[in-house]
């Protein structure tokens, strides 16, 4: 049958590009799954404790002072008043140590992990004399207290004790400090007005679900963790200095100062004038990162579909004109179908195993099924076997990858490369002007 090689690439080429709005539909599908997962999530989250945030502790110090006020009449006389105020002292030295016991949590088909830290807070605290105020002020000192922030104190599942000095102490709900927002204080032992090095150390058993970060406002602070988590992802102002990675787990170790923080002036500030976004963001911590996110692995998969479609219908074309063999363009389109359909069992599979055996059984399926349609298409069960073989090594370079995102680039632009170098040297001797006819098979 006589056909015009014009038309012919022509009508691949709309085929194509039709195949885009199945593809499209393949990548709404994987994000509307991915919202699924999401509301999900947040279902499982609003009946347990989120993301949190250790803050402190500091130290309070109430105290009424006399000052000189001036009379609003404008007659300039002045009068002695009383007034309220407030020393915040940062722990000298602070040390939080700690391990991370992960659990999944179900939804139907959706999980995510759940941690439970427990946590040992420990330093000490410096004063000076009358807490670094006017020694000649009249002043009475209030009831002190120790406050610490916790972001969900859903996740406090155990009433904490501190060791303040020599003496016990029981925390009570509340932070008692807008700047920490919510947590826990505990009411201390009265000060004297005398200089003073207090030592301190709690125990905190806190739940939470994603990450976990602390503010260090320790003149001083080191931070170390381990966790039975393979996959973690630190995050924060402050990186860890040391971390270690295995089968078992992580470790991880964090120093930081005020003078790489400047974080008690950012304290201040928030306290004073409620500018509290420098002192947040100073935190660090680590984010529990699933090993395999099955729905963005998915969502990356599919961007590579068109250079799928367009590979294999290059591949059946050259195919076409060098075996002399004629495929009908309906063929091109059930091969570009099937294709198209690799990705939607790849999303369900993966949804319901990990990444890697949903990519195996997919990839598997639909190699197996073109293999069979290509052998009757090609008129030879050897050129099936082929092409089954070369559909395979494009889903083996696919998942190579999916796999290496920080090289993509890198290797798919050698796949493009060789692939292009592939058909011109098959093409090379070709007289693309006397192809006029493809023979019936």
């Known amino acids: 049958m006589s056909r015009s090689l014009f038309l012919k690439v022509l009508a691949i080429g709309v085929l194509a590009l039709l195949l885009l709005i199945p593809l499209s539909m393949v990548s709404g599908m994987v994000s509307d799954r991915q919202m699924f997962r999401e509301q999900a ?16 502790p500091v130290w309070v110090l109430p105290y009424r002072q006399q000052v000189q006020v001036t009379a609003s009449d404008n007659s300039g006389a002045t009068h002695t008043a009383w007034r309220d105020f407030q020393v915040r002292v940062l722990p000298d030295k602070l040390a939080v140590g700690g391990r991370l016991r992960t659990e999944m949590l179900r939804r139907g088909i959706y999980e995510t992990q759940r941690y439970t830290a427990d946590l040992t807070v420990k330093g000490h605290f410096v004063l000076p004399a009358n807490a670094g105020l006017a020694a ?33 102490v029981g925390f009570a709900p509340g932070a008692k400090l807008k700047a920490l927002g919510s947590g826990i204080h505990a009411m201390l032992p009265n000060y004297d007005g005398n200089a003073v090095t207090v030592p301190f150390s709690f125990k905190l058993t806190l739940d939470g679900m994603d990450d976990l970060s602390l503010l260090p406002l320790g003149r001083d602070t080191e931070v170390s963790l381990q966790s039975d988590w393979q996959t973690p992802s630190f995050f924060g102002r402050f990186l860890p200095e040391n971390r270690d990675y295995g089968p078992q787990g992580f470790t991880a170790r964090w120093r930081a100062s005020w003078f790489s923080s400047n974080l008690s002036e950012h304290f201040e500030n928030c306290v004073q004038s409620n500018e509290c976004d420098p002192f947040r963001g100073a935190s660090m911590g680590v984010r529990l990162v699933e090993p395999v996110d099955v729905y963005l692995q998915s969502e990356r998969a599919v961007k590579y579909g068109f250079l799928f479609v367009f590979l294999t219908f290059c591949t059946f074309f050259l195919t076409e004109v060098l075996k002399r063999v004629s495929i009908h363009p309906v063929q091109y389109g059930l091969v570009g179908m099937s294709l198209a359909v690799f990705f939607l069992l790849l999303l369900s599979f993966a949804e319901q195993w990990s990444f890697t055996p949903a990519y195996l059984l ?19 069960r050897l050129r099936g076997l082929a092409f089954a073989a070369l559909l395979a090594g494009l889903y083996a370079m696919l998942f190579v990858l999916l796999r290496s995102a920080d090289h993509a680039l890198l290797l798919g632009s050698i796949l493009l490369f060789g692939l292009l170098t592939a058909a011109m040297v098959l093409t090379r001797k070709l007289d693309w002007y006397g192809l006029n006819n493809v023979e019936e098979k």
């Open 41 to 56: 999530i947040k279902s499982i989250s609003d009946g347990t404790a989120g993301s949190q945030l250790l803050a402190g």
């Open 362 to 380: 997919a990839a598997t399926a639909c190699v197996a099924q073109n293999g069979f349609y290509a052998a009757h298409a090609l008129g030879s």
């Open 136 to 168: 000649d002020a009249t002043r009475q000192w209030g009831q002190p207290y120790l406050s610490v922030g916790v972001q969900d104190v859903r996740g406090i599942k155990a009433s904490p004790t501190t060791e303040w000095g020599k003496e016990k």
